[in-house]
């Protein structure tokens, strides 16, 4: 099978400069952010003890925390008694999303009734453990429990709106950046992909965004998708639009977030710098969600690493997922530590 495209690093001039604004954006912006010595920090909950700390600027969190970023990953509650798993988890990241967890069909199985117990066993060891929080995800045509495929029109457009305030009250203020909406936008036109919450209506997105700002002002709220990191794609210029659209009318929207599941068939571009240049001069963070890479060549996770440093406005990374059989796409070996736990490649690129 076709690997991933691997293409040249392009050449990163001022690099420096681009680490220190960074470092000076996310000063601004509020975000904690580590000194360069890679101290944890501060403001963040209590590390657990049950490993010795590593030491400065030797894992991914720390490496990231030097530019004033973070390095994330996906965790599933039915690995956290899982110690070598919570080892890695707890050593080598600071930002978590829950993998299913926290999706419409987990945090409100029946209407109006909503559980968060799967949901909480991870933020509680993400918040033990000094890690921030992204929350995954509000509204989406996937992940639908069966009581909300048979809602149409208003009724599925306040069942939304409940959606969110329900589930974005239990966690105010405690996380740090919400994916509001996923997925919209279908793969091959640039407009939007058919579905039930589409048929509520065009203005289904922006009442999602101002129903979240309005339920948790302190997050930051996201846009997230896939297959728009190539600038050329015309689902990147659809959700393109959309946010210019957005910012300029005002609705609340903070942050996109691409989602970076790369394979032979959606490969890694080097124009994926460009896009993301392109969303932060928009005035919105840029975020890349979900990094897996099939074969995980070590080149191409070292160019995405490099393509968010070179954006001021790329907050951070998040790979989906810890090992490779961790990863919903085992079969890729796509992720960053193997299934005895061990570096990869592409770790240390
Ligand atoms: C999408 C979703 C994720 C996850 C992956 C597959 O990318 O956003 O939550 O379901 O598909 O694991």
Redesign the pocket.
């Known amino acids: 099978m076709k690997r991933p495209s691997v293409l040249a690093p392009s050449a990163a001039p001022g690099g420096r400069r681009m680490l220190v604004a960074g470092l000076v954006a996310a000063l601004s912006l509020g975000i904690a952010v580590a000194g360069t010595t890679g101290a944890k920090a501060a403001g963040s909950a209590p590390v657990a003890s049950s490993s010795p700390a590593p030491p400065p600027g030797t894992t991914l969190g720390t490496a990231a925390a030097r530019s004033g970023r973070y390095f994330g990953t996906?965790i599933s509650a039915s690995k956290l008694g899982d110690s070598a798993y919570t080892t890695i988890a707890g050593r080598e990241f600071d930002m978590v999303?829950p993998?299913?967890e926290m999706?419409l069909d987990a945090t409100e199985p029946r209407q109006g009734q909503f559980v968060f117990t799967a949901a909480d066993r991870i933020f509680d060891w993400a918040v033990q453990n000094g890690k921030r929080v992204r929350g995954?995800?509000l509204v989406?045509h996937?992940?639908e429990p069966s009581w909300l495929q048979s809602l149409t029109g208003s009724a599925l457009r306040q069942a939304m709106i409940d959606h969110i305030n329900g589930v974005m009250s239990h966690y105010k203020g405690k996380i740090y950046a919400w994916?509001v909406v996923?997925?919209a936008f279908s793969d091959s036109t640039g407009g939007r992909r058919d579905s039930n919450w589409q048929r509520t209506g065009d203005d289904w997105i922006e009442v999602a965004f101002r129903t979240a700002r309005a339920a948790d002002p302190a997050a930051k709220l996201c846009y997230?998708d896939?297959n728009i990191e190539n600038w050329s794609w015309a689902k990147t210029q659809g959700v393109y639009d959309m946010v210019k659209d957005f910012t300029s009318r005002g609705v609340p929207i903070d942050c996109v977030g691409f989602?970076a599941?790369f394979s032979s068939l959606t490969p890694y571009s080097a124009d994926f710098r460009t896009t993301l240049q392109n969303f932060a001069a928009l005035g919105v963070d840029v975020q890349i969600?979900?990094l897996d890479i099939q074969g995980a060549p070590a080149t191409t996770y070292a160019n995405v690493v490099n393509d968010c440093l070179a954006v001021p406005r790329c907050a951070g990374i998040t790979v989906?997922g810890v090992r490779d059989p961790d990863s919903?796409?085992s079969m890729d070996t796509p992720l960053l530590f193997d299934g005895n736990g061990g570096k990869k490649p592409a770790y240390t690129a």
Do not use: F, G, S
Request: aromatic share 18%; charged share 25%.
């Open positions: 996906a999303t993998e299913n999706k995954h995800t989406w996937a992940a994916d996923n997925e997230n896939y989602q599941h969600t979900e989906w919903w796409r």
